[in-house]
């Protein structure tokens, strides 16, 4: 049986993982930190049958352990400070977690893997918030890293610490360079559930209006079930590699607030919609579009949930959601 360890299991990514390699006859084992983490139970509800340790990431000797203890074959790599606009206000713990953090981790993997430094296969979750400032669209592995915020210099770090301990070691370690990616499980300080969120609340007459940031940004956005898949697909190949994951669509707020305000009914959301500075980032990273070819062609790899499904499935989710919480 292979045995995996994810970061950060607790979050929406790990939780899909988890699911992956479950259904893929892994033994999961997952590191949760804290004493008293309120998201534990969700994951022992979720996934009764994962392994938990205790563990955080700038916490070198408490990774250890949970390498010890668990001996993995693959280790996925998603714990993180992971909210752009929190990483201004919280600049050093972001620097230590999304950054140090992934030296930790690979120390961790480098250790206990002892004379065969490929035998533990490594996962980092890097970002297309690491090409930041607009260079070039759509965005490759060869497009210039040019990080707009300080989540986005920590996970350049991240990013080329992995590639340093692929080529100085021989390490088995590959980095994931995922465009946004949302679902049920995104939590709601992130722009898509919180439109999702908001449009049920306005539909069942719980909220009158929602305030955003700026509407004129440009991501790429997939399903987070689509792609914990590419994920396992890296660590399935002989060599650790570096993979832009990404739809190759690109849509703007206005287009999330279209759609999502569409699906409950209402065409015209001019007059729900306000904005606010409080909202706005010190510096935007204004476009982001994926070239995902290279994982098309050598992992076999393509998303499956459009844009507009994606949208409805989570404005779905809210409406169940929202009744359920306000018992209507
Ligand atoms: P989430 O914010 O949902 O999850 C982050 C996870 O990191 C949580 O489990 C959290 O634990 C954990 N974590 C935070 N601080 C620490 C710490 N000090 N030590 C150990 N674990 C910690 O993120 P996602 O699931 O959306 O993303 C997974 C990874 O992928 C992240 O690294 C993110 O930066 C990256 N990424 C995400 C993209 C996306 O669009 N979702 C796109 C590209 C990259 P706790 O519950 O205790 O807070
Ligand atoms: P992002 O995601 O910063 O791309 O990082 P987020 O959903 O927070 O923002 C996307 C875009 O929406 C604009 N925006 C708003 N964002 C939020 N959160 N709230 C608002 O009210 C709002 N109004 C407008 C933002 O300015 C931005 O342009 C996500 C995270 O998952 C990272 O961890 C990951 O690395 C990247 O995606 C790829």
Redesign the pocket.
């Known amino acids: 049986m292979t045995t995996a360890l994810i970061?950060?299991?607790?979050?929406?990514?790990?939780l899909y993982l988890a699911e992956l390699l479950l259904a893929n006859g892994y033994d999961v084992h997952g590191?949760?930190?804290?004493q008293n983490?309120p998201?534990l139970e969700l994951v022992r509800r979720v996934l009764p049958d994962v392994t938990v340790h205790t563990g955080?990431?700038?916490d070198l000797s408490s990774l250890m352990r949970a390498m010890r203890d668990s001996d993995p074959d693959e280790v996925y790599n998603?714990?993180?400070?992971?909210f752009v606009a929190y990483s201004w206000m919280n600049a050093q713990v972001t620097s230590d977690?999304?950054g140090l953090?992934v030296l930790n981790m690979l120390e961790a993997v480098r250790l206990h893997a002892g004379d065969d430094p490929a035998a533990v296969r490594y996962y980092q979750?890097?970002?297309?918030e690491m090409f930041g400032k607009v260079q070039q669209v759509p965005q490759s592995e060869a497009t210039l890293l040019w990080p707009r915020s300080p989540y986005g210099v920590a996970k350049v770090y991240g990013h080329y610490m992995t590639i340093n301990y692929r080529e100085s070691y021989g390490m088995h370690a590959s980095s994931g360079i995922?465009?946004?990616?949302e679902s049920p499980r995104r939590?709601p300080e992130f722009v898509t559930r919180k439109v999702s969120q908001a449009v049920a609340r306005i539909k069942l007459g719980l909220q009158d209006t929602l305030t955003m940031g700026n509407l004129d940004a440009q991501r790429d956005w997939g399903f987070?079930g689509d792609y914990v898949e590419a994920m396992w697909l890296m660590l399935q190949q002989p060599d650790g590699d570096d993979y832009v994951i990404s739809t190759g669509e690109t849509h703007s707020i206005r287009d999330l607030l279209d759609v999502a305000f569409a699906h409950v009914g209402i065409e015209d959301w001019s007059g729900l919609v306000e904005q606010d500075p409080r909202f706005m980032r010190p510096a935007e990273v204004d476009q982001l579009l994926g070239d995902s070819s290279k994982a098309r062609s050598r992992l076999g790899w393509k998303p499956k949930v459009s844009f507009t499904e994606l949208v409805q499935m989570m404005v779905d989710n809210d409406l169940t959601e929202q009744k359920v919480l306000a018992g209507l």
Do not use: M, Y
């Not at 590191?31 to 804290?34: A, P, Q, T």
């Not at 998603?78 to 992971?82: K, T």
């Not at 995922?178 to 990616?181: A, R």
């Open positions: 970061t950060g299991i607790t979050g929406q990514d790990g590191i949760v930190r804290g983490n998201k955080d990431l700038t998603l714990g993180a400070v992971s977690v999304t953090g979750a890097s970002s297309s995922l465009f946004n990616h939590g987070a």
